[in-house]
């Protein structure tokens, strides 16, 4: 299974950005699939995870401002990304539980700045 994702940038505090995140290989038992990234001098947080059954769940910093969805016929999740501040910045990661084995994609850096 390999995870690619796409979609970071520098943006302006107040704006918008989506992220992707395509998966390929033998896609079969997902358990969950989610966001979670990493500032400058910060641990990894989760950001957003969505279940196999389409529950989501998201990090109290980003409660209604992000919303995470999923295209199944093209094992894709996306990240929604509005009202974008500074502490937003920091890579965002990618990860999907196939069979309870996690999968990590490489990473894409997203900017808010003015």
């Known amino acids: 299974v390999q995870l690619q994702a796409f979609g970071g940038g520098l943006v302006q505090p107040g704006g918008s950005l989506r992220l992707s995140c395509a998966a390929s290989?033998?896609?079969?038992?997902?358990?969950?699939m989610g966001w979670y990234r990493q500032g400058p001098g910060k641990q990894r947080e989760m950001v957003a995870l969505?279940?196999?059954?389409?529950?989501?769940n998201y990090g109290d910093t980003v409660k209604g401002r992000f919303t995470t969805s999923r295209e199944n016929a093209k094992n894709t999740i996306y990240l929604e990304m509005n009202n974008l501040k500074p502490e937003d910045t920091a890579v965002y990661y990618c990860?999907?539980?196939?069979?309870?084995?996690?999968?990590w994609g490489q990473g894409t850096q997203v900017t808010v700045s003015s």
């Open positions: 990860k999907w539980s196939i069979r309870w084995i996690d999968y």
């Open positions: 290989g033998i896609i079969f038992s997902i358990n969950s």
């Open positions: 969505i279940t196999s059954g389409g529950m989501t």
